[in-house]
């Protein structure tokens, strides 16, 4: 099994700054591509930037140059460094990461951290 933990949500104001975090630990022999996601109510989950084992990355439009994901690899952890802030972006943020377990690929998700800019 794998367990994630994310951590680093709040309130923070327009503007503003929040680094989420999403440790993963479990029995599996490496991971594949990690990303965080995020949700509002009444909407679906929308991708917000992944990264592959490689460190390649990708971002949705509405956050590029303002966000930047990273891995630390040693530590099955994921990151998300938000800068800029804006309301648009308070929303519910999971983070997603694909682990490979007997050579297997599966995918997991983190309970999900409240990410909430406001004034």
């Known amino acids: 099994q794998v367990q994630l933990v994310e951590s680093g949500g709040g309130l923070v104001q327009p503007g503003g700054s929040l680094r989420l975090s999403c440790a993963a630990s479990g029995t599996f022999r490496s991971i594949n591509a990690m990303g965080w996601y995020r949700q509002t109510p009444g909407k679906q989950r929308e991708l917000v930037a992944s990264?592959?084992?490689?460190?390649?990355?990708n971002y949705a439009d509405s956050v590029k140059g303002r966000f930047t994901i990273s891995r630390d690899n040693a530590k099955d952890t994921v990151y998300l460094q938000m800068n800029s802030l804006r309301p648009e972006d308070t929303a519910v943020y999971y983070c997603?990461?694909?682990?490979?377990?007997?050579?297997?690929?599966?995918?997991?998700w983190g309970q999900g951290t409240q990410v909430t800019v406001s004034s």
């Open positions: 990264i592959t084992s490689g460190g390649s990355t």
């Open positions: 997603n990461v694909e682990p490979r377990i007997y050579g297997v690929t599966y995918h997991y």
